[in-house]
């Protein structure tokens, strides 16, 4: 996925996910052809993450 797509498919925006990029703190990236691609599983994985770290109230681990 592009920066982008991940952008539109989370709702974050594009300079956010640079940022996170930059600090090694959002979903894994990587560059083919020197551009920046996301595997969506690694995305799917973050979002997890996230969740687990973030969740409040009922069934919170």
Known sequence: MTT????VE????????RYYRSTSSGPASFRLGGRVRYRR?????????????????EGAA
């Open 4 to 7: 982008q797509e991940v952008s």
């Open 10 to 17: 989370l709702g974050i925006p594009v300079g956010t996910l």
């Open 41 to 57: 599983a690694d995305v799917v994985a973050w979002v997890d993450e996230q969740e687990r770290a973030t969740r409040r109230g």
